[in-house]
């Protein structure tokens, strides 16, 4: 499949607002497909099929694949490229405003009474990553595995770890460990983006990482944490959260945090102690 024909075909362009980038290293498609680890009893959702290049691939080692395209103008490309793959159906849609559970059972292969396991495959662009991170890890029945591609920076916030955590990290560690397994240059993709890539797999924890009574609060309590970065967490804590001074201290000191420390230093199980601590501590108000 050449995609500067199949472009020049179709009289299309790549859309910037739309991140479209398009791997076209034959050798990373393939990491991509492997890092998935598929079998023929695998469902897969690929978010942002394009032109169809990895769809063909995942469609070869997986037993059904749900393709997700926002982008109309592809459709009639992937009618093409796709044609004598009986196992794939291509969805015109945002994955941000459907529900993934939904459409792996609406897979020939699902039985009407058991979801099947699926595993997503992804090339997001930047300005929807952490959203579709949180949409799929939040499903009704989450993937048990997904590879993304993303940004380089952004692999590494997502994999990292104390000292130097984020809101992303914390929101994806907390159901899933993350892993690094390629990266890919700039030039590996059409129209060459400015800066590399990488592919990180997720894998789907049984249980969240730290056991919390209310996620919502769990999050609310993370984002107060980092919406002040430079503060120590004591303070960017009573600025976000709204608690008494008094509340805070004693939580922190509850759950055995120092308050000078700052939010990118602290474990998972950390925040899942704060976050009971301050919980409890707003409870008995």
């Known amino acids: 499949m050449n995609i500067h024909e199949i472009l020049r075909r179709f009289d299309l362009r790549p859309r910037k607002g739309l991140g479209q980038n398009f791997l076209v290293d034959t050798t ?56 004598g793959l009986d196992n794939v159906h291509v969805i015109h849609g945002d994955i941000l405003s459907l529900d993934p559970t939904a459409l792996v059972e609406s897979a020939p292969t699902s039985s009407p009474k058991q979801t099947p396991r699926y595993k997503t495959v992804a090339n997001l662009p930047y300005y929807i990553t952490s959203a579709a991170i949180r949409h799929l890890l939040e499903a009704r029945v989450p993937p ?13 916030r997502i994999a990292a770890r104390p000292p ?24 590996a993709f059409y129209p060459a983006p400015k800066v590399d890539s990488a592919v990180v797999r997720l894998r789907r924890r049984p249980e969240p990482a730290v056991p919390v009574d209310d996620i919502d609060a769990f999050f609310r309590i993370v984002r107060a944490g980092f919406a002040q970065r430079r503060k120590q967490l004591r303070n960017a804590l009573i600025a976000g959260l709204g608690q008494p001074a008094e509340e805070i201290s004693a939580a922190l000191q509850a759950a055995g945090v120092d308050p000078k420390r700052r939010a990118e230093t602290l474990t998972l199980a950390e925040w899942g102690r704060l976050a009971q601590a301050l919980l409890q501590a707003g409870d008995g108000r």
Do not use: N, W
């Not at 469902?43 to 037993?63: N, S, W």
């Not at 048990?144 to 590494?156: F, G, H, K, M, S």
């Open 28 to 83: 990373h498609l393939e990491r991509i497909v492997a890092a998935a680890e598929l079998t023929r009893e695998d469902v897969v959702l690929e978010i942002g099929p394009g032109l169809g290049t990895l769809t063909t691939r995942l469609a070869e080692a997986a037993g059904y694949v749900i393709a997700v395209e926002l982008d109309d103008r592809m459709l009639s490309v992937l009618e093409e490229t796709l044609t």
């Open 164 to 187: 130097h955590m984020s809101l992303l990290a914390v929101s994806v560690q907390f159901y899933a460990t993350p892993e690094i397994v390629d990266r890919i240059p700039a030039g």
């Open 144 to 156: 048990e595995l997904t590879v993304l591609t993303v940004q380089q920076e952004v692999a590494r």
